[in-house]
């Protein structure tokens, strides 16, 4: 009874994995744009994809990010500084990307640049805490997604948004989270409209991982200051030791993030060289065996599970 099931299961799972390794065969002649390639995964990747052969436009928010990755990365990589926040900045690198690539068209748009913003409770938080994230990791990205789009749609080429499993789930308090909700569904109504033109749109979804914009160290400093300017009243609601219990939980859902960030990189990369990308990638086995199995739960398991570590006002 079970034999059928059993050989037809793994017929669709041999289809499925002959599928996905199907691989482009002119991948060196395709011009990638990486933003947030100065750290993390934008870094990794564009070293990745050198190697590969591809032209990688990195886009780097510092002058010395830029200058280390040319150190580690072939001529034909090059750089240009860019703060996806900045409206007219993101208008003169989609000129600079224009005159490179030309009649050609951009392949490939990562949107990997992101920030954390201020996380700590959102009873502490102001208004403009939300919007640091905001403006970077979701109207940045729209704004690169945007001005870049002619040349994308010209290639008809891809476009990897780099989202995260909070995306999904809502873990954490402070607008990161916030942001990464509208990066799925600018990514899924973006997908649709741009099938007909042939341009995939893929999104990654990495689960804990140890990067610069994960160290606790900025974490509790933002905690302690926010704790440190909120009214007496809000205090004593907390209570003393709340700060510190916060702390150690930001603690322990960082400090178990894994450090191969390959696994997130080689996601992006078979999204931007495959035959046939997915539409949803999901990085790393928190992600796989937690997080995404977590969010088709009903909510009730959902809170039980977030709440599980989150500390108590007195």
Not at 143 to 150: A, G
Not at 225 to 243: A, C, F, S, V
Not at 251 to 278: M, Q, R
Request: positive net charge; proline residues 4%; glycine residues 8%.
């Amino acid at each position: 009874m079970w034999l059928p099931l059993l050989v037809v299961l793994g017929l669709l799972l041999l289809y499925r994995w002959y599928r996905q390794s199907l691989i482009l065969g002119n991948v060196t002649d395709k011009y990638v744009l990486i933003t947030g390639c100065d750290s993390g995964f934008g870094n990794l990747l564009a070293r990745q994809l050198d190697k590969r052969g591809m032209k990688v436009l990195a886009a780097c928010l510092t002058d010395k990010g830029a200058e280390n990755l040319k150190k580690e990365t072939s001529s034909r990589l090059q750089t240009v500084i860019l703060d996806i926040s900045n409206s007219q900045n993101v208008i003169s690198v989609g000129q600079w990307v224009s005159q490179i690539v030309r009649e050609r068209g951009l392949w490939g748009l990562v949107n990997n640049a992101g920030t954390s913003g201020p996380i700590a409770p959102n009873g502490w938080l102001k208004k403009d805490d939300f919007l640091q994230p905001l403006h970077v990791n979701l109207l940045g990205m729209i704004d690169v997604t945007l001005t870049l789009l002619p040349l994308i749609r010209k290639a008809r080429g891809r476009i990897v948004n780099v989202s995260s499993v909070l995306g999904r789930v809502a873990l954490l308090s402070g607008g990161y989270t916030i942001s990464k909700f509208g990066v799925e569904a600018f990514s899924d109504t973006l997908r649709r409209e741009l099938v007909d033109f042939g341009v995939c749109v893929s999104i990654v979804e990495p689960g804990g991982f140890k990067t610069a914009m994960t160290e606790l160290s900025g974490f509790e400093k933002c905690i302690r200051e926010k704790w440190d300017t909120l009214p007496r009243e809000t205090k004593l609601i907390y209570g003393e030791q709340y700060t510190k219990k916060f702390i150690q939980y930001m603690d322990k859902s960082f400090s178990s993030g894994s450090s191969k960030i390959y696994k997130v990189t080689n996601c992006i990369e078979h999204a931007l060289t495959a035959c046939y990308p997915w539409t949803r990638y999901s990085a790393g086995w928190g992600a796989k065996l937690l997080i995404i199995p977590l969010s088709y739960m009903p909510t009730f398991i959902i809170d039980r599970v977030a709440r599980r570590n989150l500390p108590r006002p007195i």
